[in-house]
């Protein structure tokens, strides 16, 4: 540990002299150029046309979308739940992987722990949206009934997300003592944040070690959390009497499908970073090639729960049925249906089963089909159900039978996907996206173990 310990204060020391290319300066966080400046200002331009939509939702109501009394639900859950599907992967990567010990996941840690934070922060920020009165967001705090699936998910959420974000900023403080070396040509109130985060960091033995068994313990209590957040969502569906939810497989589904997108999610974000700060020595093909055939596996496991929940309904027909799984298999919905199923989970996992197919540049777009597909799952689960009643509802006007987003909806949700990417942008900007300390702490377990 103490040899740890030189190695950083190495880096610190090197670090500042320009001249040296250590790893530590190329992991730094950089300015934007060009082309970074005009992603941003898209997504904030996007945000802006969000936010407009909002207010013109708050200030009418939510008669501005096309929910009705069929479809009380609309794209916002959609959107809720694919953000909680992909802040699975904060466990997936930082606690599985970890607590396994599996050495090729060090670059791609905070990677996944940036991408758990923002997709749950936007999570809860749909919930917010679906409601028609936000203010009243607080009496499910004060008045929420502990017999509500709602309530579990209000308490979950909130766990997961203090335990994700304890997960990023602990392994952190290190870093943000490196930062505060390294960039000499920050703002002032960048230096205070990087002082106020690394907690008086002096790189002692004790403190490392206080790191890696509190990050140890985090990771051992976010995997039951984050098992039970996906749960709980899906019990939101099963526990309502509807055809499609009135399901025993729904909590599996759930998490199987999490896995998968949460996987593609590091995936495309790898690539991005792998091509803006240029580490093709640092996330190798090797990270692409192990990524790849992750997916794969967890591609097989979510298509086999996807076959159980359309099975099992599609033998045994009931009436209720019957409407919703035509509605799917050939009806209204079949197209996007099929397309998501084939496009967007077995096509793209049979090409990952070639090691051609697992290289970075197709890695990348087959990951972002695969979260696109993702997406329109979530809209597949959700809508076609409401539109499948147990008992219609009479005297109802032709309109509410069917269920058509308005642009204030698709504004809103668009907004709250480029959202999360600005804030993912910004983390990225001003924090190292791979943790430094863990890598040259790996690189010395791996000098020792040559040596030895």
Not at 172 to 180: A, G, S
Not at 221 to 238: E, G, K, M, N
Request: hydrophobic share 50%; charged share 15%.
């Amino acid at each position: 540990m103490m040899s740890l310990v030189k190695t950083i204060i190495t880096i610190l020391v090197m670090t500042q002299n320009p001249e040296n290319n250590t790893l530590a300066s190329r992991l730094m966080p950089q300015k934007f150029g060009a082309l970074g400046k005009a992603w941003v200002i898209t997504l904030i331009i996007i945000c802006a046309v969000g936010l407009y939509a909002y207010y013109t939702q708050l200030v009418n109501g939510l008669e501005v979308t096309g929910m009705r009394d069929y479809t009380s639900w609309g794209i916002y859950i959609s959107n809720f739940v694919f953000f909680v599907a992909i802040s699975l992967v904060g466990s997936l990567i930082s606690a599985i992987l970890k607590l396994t010990n599996v050495p090729w996941r060090t670059p791609l840690t905070r990677l996944s722990e940036i991408v758990a934070v923002s997709a749950i922060i936007f999570a809860s920020i749909s919930i917010v949206v679906d409601m028609g009165r936000p203010d009243r967001i607080f009496n499910l705090f004060l008045y929420g009934r502990i017999q509500s699936p709602i309530v579990w998910d209000v308490i979950v959420i909130t766990t997961y997300l203090a335990i994700s974000v304890l997960l990023l900023l602990i392994p952190l403080i290190p870093d943000m003592v490196i930062c505060k070396k390294e960039l000499g040509n920050v703002p002032n109130w960048l230096k205070k944040i990087y002082s106020l985060l690394s907690f008086n960091w002096k790189g002692t033995k004790e403190q490392f070690g206080i790191i890696h068994k509190s990050t140890k313990i985090l990771a051992i209590l976010i995997i039951p959390v984050a098992l039970s957040i996906h749960t709980v969502t899906s019990w939101l569906f099963a526990t309502t009497m509807r055809p499609g939810w009135d399901s025993t497989n729904f909590g599996a589904y759930f998490v199987s499908g999490a896995f998968v997108v949460g996987a593609a999610a590091v995936i495309a974000f790898m690539y991005a970073i792998r091509r803006q700060y240029n580490l093709k020595d640092v996330i190798t093909e090797m990270h692409f090639d192990k990524m790849g055939k992750l997916l794969v596996m967890l591609s097989f496991v979510y298509l086999y729960f996807t076959v159980n929940e359309y099975f099992t309904p599609a033998f045994k027909m009931k009436k209720n049925e019957v409407h919703h799984l035509h509605s799917l298999f050939a009806g209204e919905y079949a197209p996007m249906f099929w397309i998501t199923i084939l496009g967007g989970m077995v096509i793209p996992s049979i090409i990952m089963l070639f090691k051609s197919g697992r290289k970075p540049r197709m890695m990348f777009v087959l990951a972002v089909i695969v979260i696109i597909g993702a997406w329109f799952k979530r809209y597949l689960i959700v809508i076609p159900t409401l539109l499948s009643t147990y008992f219609p509802i009479q005297r109802v006007p032709d309109l509410w039978k069917s269920y058509s987003p308005t642009w204030e909806e698709w504004s809103i949700t668009i907004a709250t996907l480029a959202g999360s990417l600005l804030l993912i942008t910004i983390m990225v900007r001003y924090i190292p996206a791979i943790p430094i300390w863990e890598m040259q702490e790996e690189e010395n377990k791996s000098l020792k173990s040559e040596e030895s």
